[in-house]
């Protein structure tokens, strides 16, 4: 079992910016995909973005592409979503999730999932 534990969602004002780190304690996170996922009311979870094992390669989801950064801190052994320009349509639960072994755009994909953080963007 790999824990996961998102934090740094809040609220901010349109066109506002916020950074959520993602750790997995007793992990090598560089060893593992990591990636985030947002769920916003009435709606199904979605990709964000992920960060390839080893290598750090990064992917998006279009609505957030120019705009969100996953990044990964070896040293702190953290995974970062910097979220920039936000927009309401960005409020959701923001997950961060793990694998071993594969990352994707799919959620049923990922076998670790963190608790939740909320991120609100008001107009």
């Known amino acids: 079992q790999v824990q996961v534990v998102e934090s740094g969602g809040g609220l901010v004002q349109t066109g506002g910016s916020l950074r959520l780190s993602c750790v997995a304690p007793?992990?090598?996170?560089?060893?593992?995909?990591m990636g985030w996922f947002r769920q916003a009311p009435g709606k199904e979870r979605e990709f964000v973005a992920y960060?390839?094992?080893?290598?750090?390669?990064?992917y998006y989801a279009d609505p957030v592409k120019g705009r969100f950064t996953i990044s990964r801190d070896n040293a702190k052994n953290t995974v970062y979503l910097q979220m920039n320009s936000l927009k309401p349509e960005d409020t959701a639960i923001y997950y961060c999730?793990?694998?071993?072994?594969?990352?994707?755009?799919?959620?049923?994909?990922?076998?670790?999932w963190g608790q939740g953080t909320q991120v609100t963007v008001s107009s």
């Open positions: 999730a793990a694998d071993l072994r594969m990352g994707s755009g799919q959620r049923d994909t990922w076998n670790y």
């Open positions: 007793g992990r090598t996170i560089s060893s593992m995909f």
């Open positions: 960060i390839i094992r080893g290598a750090g390669t990064a």
